[in-house]
T-cell receptor, first 114, second 113 residues
Framework: DQQVKQNSPSLSVQEGRISILNCDYT??????FLWYKKYPAEGPTFLISISSIKDKNEDGRFTVFLNKSAKHLSLHIVPSQPGDSAVYFC?????????????FGKGTRLSVIA | DAGVIQSPRHEVTEMGQEVTLRCKPI?????LFWYRQTMMRGLELLIYFNNNVPIDDSGMPEDRFSAKMPNASFSTLKIQPSEPRDSAVYFCASSNSGANVLTFGAGSRLTVL
């Protein structure tokens, strides 16, 4: 039973355009959400996060949007660059419940075409 | 800091053999996590430790899997006996207790023939 779902296994975008990666969750206890980026033969690296008290968090070209009522979040990358080609994992945790571990989605492979 | 260190990076073994994966967390981090990545299930949590104590091992697939953390700077994940379906990339991650961001190692790719 996947508590964090990334329904698009892959996404191709042209360089310079916007990339939108989506994530849905089922557990209403989740109140902190993260995106990780993974290159081949490397471990996932933290990209950006958002607390449930916000609906948007921005860091340079990366913006995460949270829609609590829909239990949905998305990562926007604009403009997309070839170096953004990687697998992106959405993760969630019930931070206010204590030290609960991150629950990850299956990932979305983003390919940015030059 | 060198980050989270995992060894070996690659392991190829035959079915029935014992496999031991090793992890050195970031110095000062007191939470350690073992995750497994497969195409079918993505990144799934196997077990995690706080202050060297196992907190939740409900993700460990079978009794063939065991994990230890004898001190704050070392953890092992052991599979005995290994089976082909154990083939995956195993990641170790660490964090400060209460922190939401994990730092991952580069992973150990296991192939069981």
């Amino acid at each position: 039973d996947q508590q964090v779902k990334q329904n698009s296994p892959s996404l191709s975008v042209q360089e310079g355009r916007i990339s939108i990666l989506n994530c849905d969750y089922t557990n209403s206890m989740f109140d902190y959400f993260l995106w990780y980026k993974k290159y081949p033969a490397e471990g996932p690296t933290f990209l950006i996060s958002i607390s449930s008290i916000k609906d948007k968090n921005e860091d340079g070209r990366f913006t995460v949007f949270l829609n609590k009522s829909a239990k949905h979040l998305s990562l926007h990358i604009v403009p997309s660059q070839p170096g953004d080609s990687a697998v992106y994992f959405c993760a969630a945790t019930a931070a206010s419940s204590g030290n609960t571990p991150l629950v990850f989605g299956k990932g979305t492979r983003l390919s940015v075409i030059a | 800091d060198a980050g989270v260190i995992q060894s070996p990076r690659h392991e190829v073994t035959e079915m029935g053999q014992e496999v031991t994966l090793r992890c050195k967390p970031i110095s000062g981090h007191n939470s350690l996590f073992w995750y497994r990545q497969t195409m079918m299930r993505g990144l799934e949590l196997l077990i995690y430790f706080n202050n060297n104590v196992p907190i939740d091992d409900s993700g460990m697939p079978e009794d063939r899997f065991s994990a230890k953390m004898p001190n704050a700077s070392f953890s092992t994940l052991k599979i005995q006996p290994s089976e082909p379906r154990d083939s995956a990339v195993y990641f170790c991650a660490s964090s400060n207790s209460g922190a939401n961001v994990l730092t991952f190692g580069a992973g150990s790719r296991l192939t069981v023939l």
